[in-house]
Each structure stands twice: as structure tokens, then as C-alpha cells.
């Protein structure tokens, strides 16, 4: 296997986006992981608009990081079920991102999560050039790694420090403060999509939830109901002292 920083290696130049594999063909792993990684997007999005004023982040869902040249290629990469990247624009050249290249793009995701189907070994795993945590730490290096074990409706955030990763430890709400995106995330028990189960999730760093897109305009329909129901109560007072609203 040739590193991605070998440029002697006859596979140069380096393949792009377009060029690497987009899937190794393996099934998604478990039942919760889309739903899962849908509610982490759409409840951040509005945080990283106001973060990213000019749009320029990417999100990736179960999406390749190719971080060195290999025969075959998808050896090279590591997917994880959900990161983040600032300061990198959402299309390349006008196309969506097959995969995420670091050799072409250079800046490392701020965080990236991992929702754990079996027992956590392959999420742990410090063997040099093929344990997925050894490569998260040592190559790809997010500022943030998570390690969600649905099973145990538990989870592990590392930061990296000097270097290495740090386990951190959970605040009094039990949530785990990601202080460069200014939010909390953490375990929250209940209904998402048809399903209630114990889900990963954000909050602001005052401990609110924040809430995906259904959630919100379910906020807002309960508030119209409200604002509804109070303008039929002002509408039959005024009529019980003979004004008619209208007037």
C-alpha cells in the first residue's frame, strides 16, 4: 500500500472524486443509522448557516474520506456515518461529492461520529495504518471523534490534543460540549420519524435541544393553533358586549 503523500508512487496524479469508488458495497449496518444521521443534520444545519454565512461546509453521511492511495482504492477510506467540515465548498466543480479526498482537499473534518453495530472493537481499534481509531487520530485527524453505541444508548467523544485523543468527560446535563460549533451532544430518549428509541442529538450550549425540522414546525403549528384559538375567544367576548370583530 502506498501512502497519499508518496508522490513517487505511479498512481500519481492523485484520482479526485470523480475517480474513486463512491461505495465498497457493504449494507448499511443497522436499521437506525439513516434516520440517525438525518436528525443530526437537520437539527445543526441552522447552527452552521450562522457559523458559515457564505455556505461553504460540507456534511457527509456514510460518506468515503479517502486518505491514501490503494489497490483497490475504497481500502483507502474510512467512512464515517456522519462529519463536518468548515471552510470547504458544498459541490466541486458544480458536481456533489462522491467522497471526501483529503489529498486534494487538505482540511480535516471538525468532527466526525461513529454509530457502533457491533461491540466497539473496530471503533477502538490503535493498530497502526489499520485500526479505525489509529486512523481517525493519526491521518484524518477530526478535532472531535464520537463513538455512539446504539446498544448501550451510550457515547464516547475524544478531542484531539497535542496530537492524540483525549476522552472528555460529560457535563452536569451529560452532554459533551463541542465548543468550536458552540453546542452539547448527548443521549435523548424519544420519538423521532415513527420510532421511539434512544437517539444522539444536539443542544445549544445552555442545554436546549435543538430541534429538527418536523419538531420545528410542529412548534410553529402548535403556536398558530394557540394565536387561532386565542382570536376566537376576544371574537365571542366582543360579541357578548354587542361588537361584532369585524367592526
Known sequence: MTSATNQSTSLTPFPDHTQLPESDGTFVKNWQEHPQSILLTESITPILNQLNPNGQYCIGQDLGIYWRLTDPPERGAEAPDWFYVPNVPPLLNGLARRSYVLWNEHIAPLIALEFVSGNGDEER??????????????????????????????????????????????????????????????IWQGQYQNANLPWLRWWDLQGNLLLSGGERAEIESQRAEMESQRADRLAAQLRALGVEPEE
Open 125 to 186: 481499534d490503535k493498530t497502526p495504518w489499520t485500526g479505525k481509531f489509529w486512523i481517525y487520530e493519526q491521518v484524518i485527524r477530526p478535532a472531535f471523534y464520537g463513538i455512539y453505541e446504539v446498544s448501550k444508548a451510550s457515547v464516547e467523544i475524544y478531542h484531539l490534543i497535542e496530537g492524540q485523543y483525549q476522552l472528555l468527560n460529560a457535563n452536569d446535563r451529560g452532554h459533551f460540549s463541542i465548543t468550536s460549533l458552540g453546542v452539547e451532544l448527548g
